[in-house]
């Protein structure tokens, strides 16, 4: 079975992307939403989160995701405070999940691949690229935040035009290419590729 990296800046498409491999009935694991979902029900994680930024990062139980982005993405240490909690929780899940798949690939989908170092392991990566401008309309418009918000998270990550060349295959999310032809070129590679090759893991450069 191929284990398959999906990235991308924030505001790319990653998850429009993730969503047509899922409909062609490939397994997807979301990180970023699987993180979310582990910071409201692990109680090792919850203790942890409270210890690191205090009771009122949860709120009746619930996590109070403002309040936790708020802080993190204007204080850098405390930002990679937070990934040093969550990302190996995240990334333990994903190998489990992956463990339990049957399908010829799967497709493990997160936005900080190459920031924590967890592309080792898998055989390709997708990077979904988009221009900045509109990366950051569709964040302003998904998350109801301002331009200088979303320009502040982008600098939490590796810049785009890196990040692509990191990647072994560019999905373009430009609104002036199609997603579903280019996703299936993909599918059928990796749907060839699990039948004929045997499993060779991705090594560190």
């Not at 409909?23 to 994680?45: H, K, W």
């Not at 949860?58 to 405070?81: S, W």
């Not at 990077?127 to 998270?153: A, C, F, K, Y």
Request: proline content about 4%; some cysteine.
């Amino acid at each position: 079975m191929l284990k398959i990296g999906l990235t991308g800046g924030i505001g790319s498409g990653k998850s429009t992307v993730a969503a047509i491999f899922r409909v062609l009935g490939i397994p997807v694991f979301q990180a970023d939403l699987v993180a979310r979902t582990l910071m409201e029900t692990d109680q090792g994680l919850q203790k942890a989160l409270r210890n690191t930024f205090g009771e009122a990062v949860f709120q009746e139980g619930r996590l109070d995701r403002k309040y936790l982005a708020d802080l993190v993405f204007t204080d850098p240490y405390q930002l990679d405070l937070l990934n040093a909690i969550v990302h190996p929780v995240t990334i333990q899940a994903a190998d489990d999940w992956a463990k339990q798949q049957t399908a010829p690939y799967v497709v493990k989908e997160a936005a900080l691949f190459f920031e924590a170092g967890s592309a080792i392991g898998f055989d390709y990566m997708i990077g979904v690229s988009s221009p900045q401008t509109l990366r950051i309309h569709r964040v302003m418009q998904r998350d109801g935040v301002s331009r200088d918000e979303v320009l502040s998270r982008m600098k939490r990550q590796i810049q785009e035009s890196i990040k692509m060349r990191l990647c072994d295959f560019v999905i373009l999310n430009d609104e002036q290419h199609l997603l579903i032809p280019q996703v299936l070129t993909l599918h059928e590679r990796f749907l060839k590729e699990s039948k004929t090759e045997p499993y060779v893991s991705r090594k560190p450069d």
